[in-house]
């Protein structure tokens, strides 16, 4: 009976160490979900005419819309129209930036009229308010980043059932909750942005590892996985060395990424940073190690928390996207609903300047790839 305990033991502590321990290479990501990954096509001629037949398949197996719909909408094709945009807070930067985009989207189309009203911190139960005021004062469109995909659906639905047209941006809600969604990136244009900035970076036989938040964060893992089938996809000789759980915390960060700098001194060119507080932490963990030039810093990050980095030459890109361009984006996206030119059978829509924007996942309208943020543009941005 003692024995049996102490195994039992053992094996606990056994387990505990493996959740511990880094993760290598040799283990294979599925981003804590069945979804298979969906490597993009390797940079250079050959691999773009390989891209056409692929984005002809993609269109031939394209899901059936997937949205929801508004209920007896009034007929205002070509007329003046009221939209309210609520994400998930304002008074930081980010969201800051999507109004921008919204407000150039209106100014260009000339019968459009879109106020931004949310609440100041990041709250569901506020964000619902918020949208219900306005469902009651009557206006013709919402827009929303959520904060919360399930609890913001039976809202967004009752807008719908009162012919109210709904939009969404940024953060998704239930899909039968809105009409479309206006998605910055997928998960493979991610990873392929990612490896492919370090391998113009580092060499197509870099070495590297990456700092993430943990495991199992859905969104970074899917990103990992996709990162990963992209590498041996395109630049098989690349090595992953090993990957660090962070918490989201900026001390862990630093430390972790100090960490793999010692552990691997020269063998290390780069770190790859999966969140907003990995990034800017591994690029300082970088600096402080006087390895500026030697270890390359490639991640997600918003402009500001970087600009120190790429300013002083430690970090040479930022990969996000654009929120001006999605704010932008998600009015023409409105615009077109309300017109009736974007249907559930469409495959694509007109976004003024940004051009035509694709149909994707059934009722998801794709931005485009990832933006890199360098030391030409990222003076231009203030989020």
């Known amino acids: 009976m003692k024995k049996s305990i102490v195994y039992l033991l053992l094996l606990c502590l056994l387990i505990g160490a493996v959740g511990l321990m880094p993760v290598s290479a040799q283990d294979r990501w599925d981003g ?16 773009a005419a390989e891209g056409e037949a692929t984005e002809e398949a993609m269109m031939e197996e394209m899901p059936a819309y ?25 008074g930081i930067g980010y969201f800051a930036a999507t109004t921008q985009g919204q407000q150039e989207a209106a100014a260009e189309l000339g019968n459009v009229t879109v106020t931004t009203d949310a609440p100041t911190e990041a709250n569901i139960d506020d964000q619902i308010a918020f949208i219900e005021n306005y469902i009651a004062q009557g206006v013709n469109g919402i827009l929303f980043a959520a904060n919360d995909p399930v609890a913001i659906a039976p809202t967004l639905r009752s807008a719908l059932e009162q012919g109210i047209h709904v939009v969404g941006y940024d953060a998704n809600s239930e899909p039968d909750a809105r009409e479309w969604f206006v998605n910055q990136a997928e998960f493979n244009g991610i990873g392929k942005a990612l490896i492919d900035q370090m391998a113009e970076q580092e060499g197509e036989d870099a070495s590297f590892a990456i700092v993430t938040s943990t495991f199992t964060t859905p969104n970074q893992a899917r990103w990992i996985a996709e990162m990963q089938a992209y ?28 960490t793999l700098i010692n552990q691997y001194g020269d063998e290390l060119d780069g770190i790859f940073g999966m969140t907003s507080v990995a990034t800017p932490a591994s690029a300082e963990a970088v ?23 790429v300013e002083s030459g430690c970090v040479t890109s930022v990969v996000l996207w654009n929120p001006v361009d999605l704010g932008y984006a998600s009015v023409y996206v409105m615009r077109a609903v309300v017109d009736g030119t974007l249907t559930p059978e469409s495959t694509s829509v007109e976004a003024g300047r940004l051009g035509t924007l694709p149909v994707v996942n059934g009722s998801e309208i794709l931005l485009g790839p990832p933006f890199i943020y360098n030391a030409d543009n990222i003076n231009d941005f203030d989020f």
Not at 232 to 242: A, F, N, V
Request: charged share 15%; hydrophobic share 35%.
């Open 231 to 258: 590498q041996e996809k395109c630049y098989p000789d690349m090595t992953w060395l090993s990957t660090l759980e962070a918490q989201e915390d900026n001390t862990l960060s630093f430390n972790q990424a100090t």
């Open 66 to 90: 997937n949205g929801g719909q508004a209920v007896n909408p009034p007929d205002l094709a070509g007329q003046p129209i009221v939209l309210v945009d609520v994400p998930k807070l304002i």
């Open 32 to 47: 804590a979900d069945d979804l298979p990954t969906n490597p993009l096509d390797c940079p250079g001629a050959e691999a």
């Open 287 to 309: 600096t402080q190690a006087g390895q500026c030039g030697a270890v390359s810093v490639v991640g997600l990050a918003t402009p500001n928390a970087m600009k120190p980095y």
